[in-house]
């Protein structure tokens, strides 16, 4: 089947976006400014960052500034799961703090339910719904590994009960771990809500440069304009962080996602998934998947590009290779849906590091916090990550900041050309495993032994 036309008219445009419902920008900050409290990034991270500092303390002055459009990146680019993890997974957790994975775990469903809470109080529309989470064998020795190791496993047939595709060949089922939502909305609901309580947003306000000043720290803008503040929480993520001895601890990988025009009731009762579970499958290089409120299947995953340098540029957001690729393995996924043609095709940075969730940390004196290295989490994960940074700002000692996932960081990548060899390498090797019945080679072997190696 040639499926190219079915994908190369789709917009450019992320699907969340793509709605005339989006607010209008924000004014850019036009004079200097003060604030007890400064929050760079109008994405998830600083968005949540924003609205929890000012339900802790209405009276602190909270300003936060974006580069560009509140949700534009990541945080409006990404699939719409809400997972209840903090640590992709809980044998990745589970690998790397043994002895407090209980509690993550514990935390982390605590942290799904508050978002839950969040929305409903300040009346968010973003189509927040809880849902199972579905993980999908396509090889026999993912079956085998699934019915010795997985809770909640699924058979053939139970499987392809729930969602009809010949390539499934057992399963395993979680619930209450996930929740799906139009992420751009919650993004633009978040902000809203953190208006509500006095919160100051200025959007294509972008921050050059951080500095201290006596007491306090002071943003560099490039727009002229100097932005004073007792504290500051950085949630700018793919981006190069302000605080540079951090930036060799993350590198940008570029994520595609294509969606579907809505099916007809034909090709709904085709494939069935009723349940509307949010779904991935079990290979290295695996694919994520999910029905919207309009009844469209976006599909994702797969390639998990990286750029040479750590650079993050517009031209990467479109990989014809890769929509490629995606639309052959959709339609052999569903080969009852030929003939649906895509509407959207894009891609986006996601920021990873190498224990594959996030890490947290101070600067400049305790004056600076900041979250990063979410590897795909940041939908659910940054609210937590949010309150990271803010008990690390107050210097109490809490919960949160006596983890060890909190007081301990990951290996950083190495530099440059180096970083570039050894993710090539891994994605080769991961590719081979795929092909190969999940045998890990020597290289793969190696990354598990340092801590760096991860199936999934």
């Not at 997985?150 to 395993?172: K, N």
């Not at 949010?386 to 007081?407: F, K, P």
Request: aromatic fraction near 10%; proline fraction near 4%.
């Amino acid at each position: 089947m040639d499926v190219s036309a079915t994908w190369r008219d789709a917009s450019t445009t992320p699907y969340w976006l793509d709605t005339p419902d989006r607010p209008s920008a924000r004014p850019a900050l036009t004079t200097d400014a003060r604030a007890d409290l400064v929050v760079v990034g109008g994405g998830f991270s600083g968005l949540w960052t924003a609205l929890l500092a000012k339900e802790r303390d209405p009276d602190r002055e909270v300003l936060l500034v974006e580069g560009d459009r509140i949700g534009w990146a990541a945080s409006g680019r990404n699939g719409g799961f809400c997972s209840a993890s903090l640590t992709h997974g809980r044998d990745n957790g589970e690998q790397r703090f043994p002895d407090e994975i209980e509690t993550l775990e514990r935390l982390g469903r605590e942290n799904l339910a508050a978002i839950g809470d969040t929305v409903q109080r300040h009346g968010i529309d973003c189509d927040y719904h809880l849902r199972d989470s579905l993980t999908v064998a396509t090889e026999p020795y993912q079956v085998r590994e699934m019915r010795s190791s997985a809770t909640g496993f699924l058979d053939q047939e139970a499987v392809r009960a729930r969602l009809h595709s010949p390539t499934f060949l057992g399963g395993c089922i979680e619930e209450g771990e996930l929740a799906l939502v139009d992420p751009a909305r919650l993004a633009w609901g978040l902000a809203a809500a953190a208006e509500s309580l006095g919160v100051r947003i200025a959007e294509h306000t972008k921050v050059t440069g951080l500095a201290e000043d006596g007491d306090r720290m002071t943003l560099g803008t490039d727009g002229g304009r100097t932005i004073t503040a007792e504290h500051v929480a950085l949630g700018t993520n793919a981006f190069p962080s302000l605080v540079k001895r951090v930036r060799l601890h993350t590198v940008p990988v570029y994520d595609y996602v294509l969606m579907t025009e809505p099916l007809s009731d034909g090709q709904l009762a085709s494939i069935g998934w009723d349940g509307r579970e949010g779904v991935d499958d079990a290979g290295n290089q695996f694919h994520y998947y999910r029905m919207t409120a309009d009844r469209r299947i976006l599909w994702g995953g797969y390639d998990a590009i990286y750029h040479f340098g750590r650079a993050v540029r517009p031209a990467y957001d479109q990989r014809p290779a890769t929509f490629e690729v995606l639309a052959q393995q959709f339609f052999a996924t569903f080969p009852q849906l030929e003939g649906l043609r895509f509407s959207h095709r894009w891609g986006g940075a996601i920021d990873t590091c190498t224990r594959f969730f996030a890490f947290f940390g101070t600067a400049y004196g305790a004056r600076v916090s900041y979250a990063l290295g979410y590897t795909g989490l940041g939908v659910g994960a940054t609210r937590f990550g949010a309150r990271v940074m803010l008990d690390l700002l107050s210097g109490a000692h809490t919960e949160l900041t006596e983890l060890a996932m909190v007081r301990t960081k990951p290996l950083p990548f190495p530099p440059e050309p180096l970083a570039y060899a050894g993710i090539q390498a891994t994605r080769a090797a991961l590719a081979l495993a795929d092909r190969h019945g999940g045998r890990r080679n020597l290289w793969l072997r190696g990354l598990d032994r340092v801590g760096l190696g991860f199936d999934s």
